[in-house]
């Protein structure tokens, strides 16, 4: 299993996460530029070269992004490093939602954080689980009473969640940004993996290298700003 796509998204921008169980290419997704492109930064920068997979939940997600995790020793807690920075969350549902491949960006609870600001640089990476129709429902209800009523699951979304599945119990509070196009075998790897009771792997599981391997985003942005007779369409992906 290489990848999983059900919802047309725009991506201009690609970035190859080459890790000591295997590869994984993440397509940046447009419709959230400001996640986008400090993405982009960081992995030019080389932020993200040796950092650890540092927390791993079972049929939930894989975490990394944490800069105290490069020189981590065995056991020690991860999980607090960060830039001093946030991020203006990027909400764009129902059409990007929390499907199993979906790259989001972790953040800091909300007693702390009201505005659900995003983490400058730890994401994770979408597990979750196939849903049954009474989990659909008790999600929904969870989402009623964390969003106020705000988030509703449409039935694009509930077929997805259904037959591919993910963890709608976070829509509409942690920005998805992206999403795995090759590798989710290995995103599953490591989601097997043995953890301590931190959740952290016993086998560090490292990021060796980050690369960008595709970056027309600001060729896309300047088209658009050219008359409409000289405008180019954005690349979009497509789905299988």
């Given at each position: 299993?290489?990848?999983?796509?059900?919802?047309?998204?725009?991506?201009?921008?690609?970035?190859?996460?080459?890790?000591?169980?295997?590869?994984?290419?993440?397509?940046?997704?447009?419709?959230?530029?400001?996640?986008?492109?400090?993405?982009?930064?960081?992995?030019?920068?080389?932020?993200?070269?040796?950092?650890?997979?540092?927390?791993?939940?079972?049929?939930?997600?894989?975490?990394?992004?944490?800069?105290?995790?490069?020189?981590?020793?065995?056991?020690?807690?991860?999980?607090?490093?960060?830039?001093?920075?946030?991020?203006?969350?990027?909400?764009?549902?129902?059409?990007?939602?929390?499907?199993?491949?979906?790259?989001?960006?972790?953040?800091?609870?909300?007693?702390?954080?009201?505005?659900?600001?995003?983490?400058?640089?730890?994401?994770?990476?979408?597990?979750?689980?196939?849903?049954?129709?009474?989990?659909?429902?008790?999600?929904?209800?969870?989402?009623?009473?964390?969003?106020?009523?705000?988030?509703?699951?449409?039935?694009?979304?509930?077929?997805?969640?259904?037959?591919?599945?993910?963890?709608?119990?976070?829509?509409?509070?942690?920005?998805?940004?992206?999403?795995?196009?090759?590798?989710?075998?290995?995103?599953?790897?490591?989601?097997?993996?043995?953890?301590?009771?931190?959740?952290?792997?016993?086998?560090?599981?490292?990021?060796?290298?980050?690369?960008?391997?595709?970056?027309?985003?600001?060729?896309v942005e300047d088209n658009k700003s050219k008359p409409a007779?000289?405008?180019?369409?954005?690349?979009?992906?497509?789905?299988?």
């Amino acid at each position: 299993m290489g990848s999983l796509t059900a919802v047309a998204q725009t991506s201009t921008t690609e970035v190859l996460l080459e890790t000591t169980e295997g590869n994984i290419r993440i397509a940046l997704y447009d419709e959230t530029p400001q996640h986008r492109d400090n993405f982009l930064k960081l992995v030019k920068m080389h932020v993200y070269d040796s950092l650890l997979f540092h927390r791993v939940v079972k049929s939930f997600m894989i975490q990394a992004g944490d800069p105290n995790s490069k020189n981590a020793k065995p056991g020690q807690l991860l999980g607090s490093g960060d830039f001093d920075y946030t991020l203006e969350p990027e909400f764009r549902l129902p059409q990007i939602f929390h499907r199993r491949g979906c790259v989001a960006a972790a953040r800091e609870p909300d007693l702390v954080n009201p505005g659900m600001r995003s983490s400058a640089s730890q994401f994770y990476i979408v597990w979750g689980r196939r849903l049954t129709s009474d989990q659909i429902e008790k999600a929904q209800e969870r989402l009623d009473t964390m969003t106020q009523g705000r988030v509703k699951l449409t039935p694009e979304m509930v077929k997805t969640y259904k037959s591919i599945g993910g963890t709608p119990h976070l829509d509409g509070q942690y920005t998805v940004f992206g999403e795995v196009t090759e590798g989710l075998d290995v995103v599953e790897r490591i989601q097997k993996t043995e953890i301590d009771t931190n959740f952290r792997p016993f086998l560090d599981i490292r990021i060796l290298k980050a690369t960008v391997t595709k970056d027309l985003s600001k060729a896309v942005e300047d088209n658009k700003s050219k008359p409409a007779t000289a405008a180019k369409v954005p690349i979009k992906r497509t789905r299988k």
